[in-house]
Nanobody
Framework: QVQLVESGGGLVQAGDSLRLSCAAS????????TGWFRQAPGKEREFVTR????????YYSDSVKGRFTISRDNVKNTVYLQMNSLKPEDTAVYYC???????????WGQGTQVTVSS
């Protein structure tokens, strides 16, 4: 089993920055990729970004490309999401998720709230 704990959410103004963290514990060696997802009120959960642990390869959704950066610390087993130039439409609960293969994400964190005021 793997446990994922997000932190770093909060209330900011449009244009501000925020950094989220996703700390993994347990059988972390089984994780091949970590992704960030978000869910706004009344909307479906959407993919934001992901990083592959072995290569550091990243992928971003068009809505955050150029503003958000995902990174990892292999020693701390932590993935970060640096969010710059935040917009009100970025308001959502942000979840990190761990994948053990290419078929999808197996482990999920509890989420952290990000609110961007205009």
């Amino acid at each position: 089993q793997v446990q994922l704990v997000e932190s770093g959410g909060g209330l900011v103004q449009a244009g501000d920055s925020l950094r989220l963290s996703c700390a993994a514990s347990g059988r972390t060696f089984s994780i091949v990729a970590t992704g960030w997802f978000r869910q706004a009120p009344g909307k479906e959960r959407e993919f934001v970004t992901r990083i592959r642990w072995s290569t550091g390869t990243t992928y971003y959704s068009d809505s955050v490309k150029g503003r958000f950066t995902i990174s990892r610390d292999n020693v701390k087993n932590t993935v970060y999401l640096q969010m710059n130039s935040l917009k009100p439409e970025d308001t959502a609960v942000y979840y990190c998720a761990g994948a053990i293969n290419e078929r999808g994400y197996t482990y999920w964190g509890q989420g952290t709230q990000v609110t961007v005021s205009s």
